[in-house]
């Protein structure tokens, strides 16, 4: 049917209405994707761009350096060393096994570690890489590195590590690092995240882990690109860390070192204190161990053997071993007398032998006895009942006062591990410790450095340093931070009588130059070195009437863990002190001939800054010291490991 143009003309009008309508839905369906195309690209473009930012790179820490420790001379005794390492990425290494046996004909592979590695990779993503050796040789690491076709997933690196170059010598001193452990994290609120990187150096014992956060330094920074999958595809830009600060300490390597040589197979400890900063100018303990080998990871047979040497060289003696100080402590017990105004130098006590106190008798080391003794000759030939009778007459507060003031009994501060307290007993320990009274016994037998007193090497030198100065003088171990001096501790003066100080002095001088003296024997000829000490020996068991009826045992003919300790503290030069030395020799027999000898030799090499002229020894030692030096210098041309196989 035809239509008529009234029709066409509608049609016409419907569909340009029509048009019009969608048009505008277009047109507005338009303007609103324009207007959130804006929101995004201008008002949010930063946050998406961040966004994108953030699924695209990854931020990862660079290692930082740790920082160094050096002696007063500026010789490094921890150091940092290139460290090669052989890493497997588990996705690109296609049959895993296939791979590392391949890897094992190239490079030695300890099975353990190969066990642990495999056990890593299989807990973490596939793409991160897993070391599988460690510490490997530049000879290793260019044979993976040419062998590259054959070995996908395989790549060498080089790091940093921890390595001690003077071995055993400052193992207690300095200590060592180890790979974090959950433990180390433990230690902290909020762990810094470069300690989760793996086989990270941690600081675990000595002043490694004392100072752990200033030596770690600051990591470091790179951003690299990743694809989905996480794999890094390039590095971006990169940030270095910051280095951890340098430690420079107040010890004297060569003086460490001949410490260590002087004291042979003993099982002993030195300490050499300067008087006038209070620096630890030698802490030595014996014997030692190679740190180096807990860095690379103890075997367990090698762990045994330190765990179960009964001369224990996993303690540091210094700090950590406890002794009664024997007869070194008849100072405290004279000047506690003298400031009390109980004695003087002038007043005598009658020495039979024996002091009987109630139904007990307290004998002195001589059996015959000293006769009539006043403090000079009863410091000099160390008469115990004098001791016995100034202890009863003073009482043991005061003692105890005096000892602490000398600085025992308190834990000194040394960034070193597990440093104690020791023992300076009075009437209100006992009572706290072990809910008891004090009798006049315990007070004879802590008159002379026995019964409950315990004190350490560290302190003695204290004391002794104390004695020659008239100076609170505490220890100083570390010298300076980065450059940085760290304050002196020579100290104020410590409040007691300059008399009775000059006293007890004069009557040390005597104990190693006055022929009767307990350590004439091995006193100093130079006059301008001369020495002033004081010997010790410590009980380690109990001697009973019947044996003493019989004869004491000696010491040579009883097991090596069952003789005496041997002590003796000095300083010198006596008319000008500079230095402080305490000396134990654990079961030496005695103190004139096991530490004495030893603290002489010491003393000279301190005062001269190297081996003294055979004239400053007594004519009867000149031979064995020559000898002595020469082995040491010997000792010196050595490397540190070969000295540690030689021993």
Known sequence: MRRTSKDSADSARRITRRGMILGGVQLGFATVLAMRMRYMQVDQGEEFRLLAEENRVNLRLIPPARGQIFDRNGVVIAANEPAYRITVVREDAGDLESTIARLATLVELDPSEIERAIAEMQRSAPFLPVTVADRVSWDSVSRVAANAPALPGVNPEVGLSRHYPHGEIYAHVVGYVQPVSERDLARYEDPDPVLRIPRFQFGKIGVETKYEDMLRGRAGSKRV???????????????????????????????????????????????????????????????????????????????????????????????????????????????????????????TVWCPGHLKVGSRRFHCWKRAGHGHMNLENALMQSCDVYFYEMA????????????????????????????????????????????????????????????????????????????????????????????????????????????????????????????????????????????????????VRNITAAERARGVTRNEDLPWNRRDHGLFVNYAPYDNPRIAVATIVEHGGGGSSAAAPIARDVTLQALYEGDPPVEAYPTADRDRIQELQENLRQRRQMAPDERTSRA
């Open 392 to 539: 009863l007459r003073v009482g043991i507060d005061k003692i105890a006062e005096m000892g602490r003031k000398l600085g025992l009994g308190a834990i000194h501060d040394v960034p070193m591990s597990a440093v104690g307290e020791g023992i300076m007993p009075d009437k209100a320990w006992k009572r706290e410790r072990w809910n008891q009274e004090w009798r006049i016994g315990d007070t004879v037998n802590c008159s002379i450095g026995q019964g409950d007193v315990l004190t350490s090497p560290l302190q003695l030198a204290v004391m002794t340093a104390r004695l020659a100065t008239g100076r609170s003088i505490s220890p100083r171990l570390v010298r300076s931070i980065d450059g940085v001096e760290e304050p002196s501790r020579g100290g104020e003066p410590i409040g007691l009588n300059e008399n009775h100080l000059r006293w007890i002095r004069a009557a040390m001088y005597d104990v190693s130059n006055n022929r009767r003296g307990t350590a004439y024997r091995s006193r100093i000829i130079a006059e301008e070195m001369r020495m002033a000490g004081k010997t010790g020996t410590s009980q």
């Open 225 to 347: 690109e990743v694809n989905a999958a996480g794999r890094v595809m390039r590095e971006l830009d990169r940030r270095e860390g910051e280095a951890g600060a340098d430690l420079q300490l107040t010890v004297d390597t060569r003086l460490q070192d001949y410490i260590h040589a002087r004291l042979g197979d003993e099982s002993a400890s030195v300490v050499v204190m300067d008087l006038e900063h209070g620096d630890l100018l030698a802490i030595a303990s014996a014997p030692g161990f190679d740190p180096n080998k807990f860095v690379r990871g103890i075997s367990y047979d090698d762990y045994g053997a330190l765990q179960g040497d009964e001369r224990a060289p996993l303690v540091s003696k210094t700090v950590q071993g406890f002794y009664p100080p024997g007869s070194t402590f008849k100072m405290v017990t004279a000047l506690a007398a003298l400031e009390a105004g109980i004695t003087g130098p002038g007043n």
